[in-house]
């Protein structure tokens, strides 16, 4: 048989008419769906621009195993799975009543919603706009961010770790450190013109609210209400802008797998597209998005400061054939050196310190370097396990 050369018109053909591919046998099909696979990854850095080339077919590296797929259809769509806490109560007659609904919160789900949190619905509509302008930037115009060394403060990548991961996930992101605003903001993009005075001004009001939480958090453990924010040290303020572009085939992969959260605490801010699954007593359920609110949840470290009374659940990000979806997660983080482990205040004989001391600094390191998998990276900082 007359073979082919696999010029990149070819393969593009191939990848956009599968009718031509009746007449090539089996074997020739399979060499051309892996060099169909090398061209669409090596042409595209970022997810979003394969994605755009209007792909029917995901490519294989995307694609999940049979046993760790999302199974879409067997979620619960659920409003009242995690809890909505009103924060205006925070500061009145039913501070006590807030509080106690948080650390049933922090206990039984590890993750809940707040409204009247303090952030003007203005501010959160400008920093979704702002997401959205930068994914659509032109391609040369992103890829000025493009690093894939996760060590850098400011970067555009995608998945999660290409360097370290076996499977991609259907995600682009752009991560920026933002906290003191001052060290940092002078890296970040300056395409959309009003990108850095608008993350600006949302990062700042975001502190603001974790601080507030912060210290509810810390009253709800009956500790020192400034225990947490003295604890760890140097604040982290980390932000991601997640894209997940329409993908054809959302039921073989994900936008981000099953994981935990490395930090302390998490503050999500979600568009309008459905995708964040929370696991809750072996079930995913679906956190729909609620306007005006966000969703906050327990990091590890916050695990290990409440000694395994709080929870750092697994949650994961699904995707959809329709519609792009943004999310805009803030990881507020102890800073590299802060020495992490239970409180004496959480410790007594019936509760031992289920975990050993160790810095922020050398779990991140193993955090990124072990990739998304299901078991937490708790497990190796047990006490138990030394
Ligand atoms: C994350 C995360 C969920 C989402 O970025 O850690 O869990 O819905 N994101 O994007
Ligand atoms: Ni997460």
Redesign the pocket.
């Known amino acids: 048989m007359k073979t082919l050369k696999n010029t990149p018109e070819r393969i593009h053909c191939i990848a956009f008419s599968p009718i031509n591919m009746d007449s090539i046998s089996l074997r020739t099909r399979q060499k051309e769906s892996i060099a169909l696979h090398s061209y669409l990854v090596m042409s595209n850095l970022l997810l979003a621009d394969l994605a755009a080339s209007g792909v029917k077919i995901i490519p294989w590296s995307y694609i999940r195993p049979i046993t760790d797929r999302p199974n879409l259809s067997d979620v619960q769509i659920s409003h009242a799975s995690i809890p909505l806490i009103d924060l205006h109560g925070l500061n009145g007659p039913t501070h006590s009543l807030v509080i106690k609904q948080i650390s049933q919160a922090c206990e039984n789900d590890g993750f809940f919603q707040v409204k009247n949190h303090g952030i003007p619905e203005e501010m959160i509509g400008n920093i979704m706009n702002i997401a959205r302008q930068f994914f659509k930037l032109p391609e040369s115009e992103r890829l000025k961010n493009y690093s894939d060394d996760p060590t850098k403060t400011t970067r555009l990548s995608t998945s999660f770790n290409v360097n370290s991961e076996k499977i991609s996930s259907w995600r682009d992101f752009l991560r920026l450190h933002c906290y003191p605003l001052e060290d940092y903001m002078h890296e970040w993009p300056c395409n959309p013109p009003s990108f850095r005075r608008d993350v600006a001004e949302y990062c700042t009001s975001i502190r603001g609210l974790v601080l507030r939480v912060l210290e509810a958090i810390s009253e709800s453990l009956g500790l020192e209400r400034d225990y947490i924010d003295k604890k760890i040290g140097k604040h982290g303020q980390h932000m991601?802008m997640?894209y997940y572009p329409p993908c054809p085939q959302p039921e073989l992969t994900y936008?981000?797998p099953g994981?935990t959260?490395p930090n302390l605490i998490?503050i999500?801010l979600?568009d309008e597209v459905p995708?964040?699954q929370v696991l809750r007593n072996g079930k995913w359920i679906a956190v729909n998005p609620v306007p005006n609110t966000f969703i906050i949840n327990i990091g590890d470290q916050m695990q290990v400061l409440s000694n395994d009374r709080y929870k750092s659940v697994l949650?994961r990000?699904v995707v959809n054939s329709e519609r792009e979806r943004i999310?805009i997660?803030t990881f507020y983080c102890p800073s590299q050196d802060t020495v992490i482990g239970p409180p004496k205040e959480m410790v007594d004989d019936d509760h031992p310190a289920v975990y050993r001391e160790f810095t922020y600094g050398e779990y991140y390191e193993k955090f990124w370097n072990r990739g998304l998998v299901k078991e937490c990276c708790l497990d190796l900082f047990k006490v138990s396990n030394e």
């Open positions: 991601a997640n936008g981000l994981h959260d998490t999500l979600q995708g964040l949650h990000a999310s997660p």
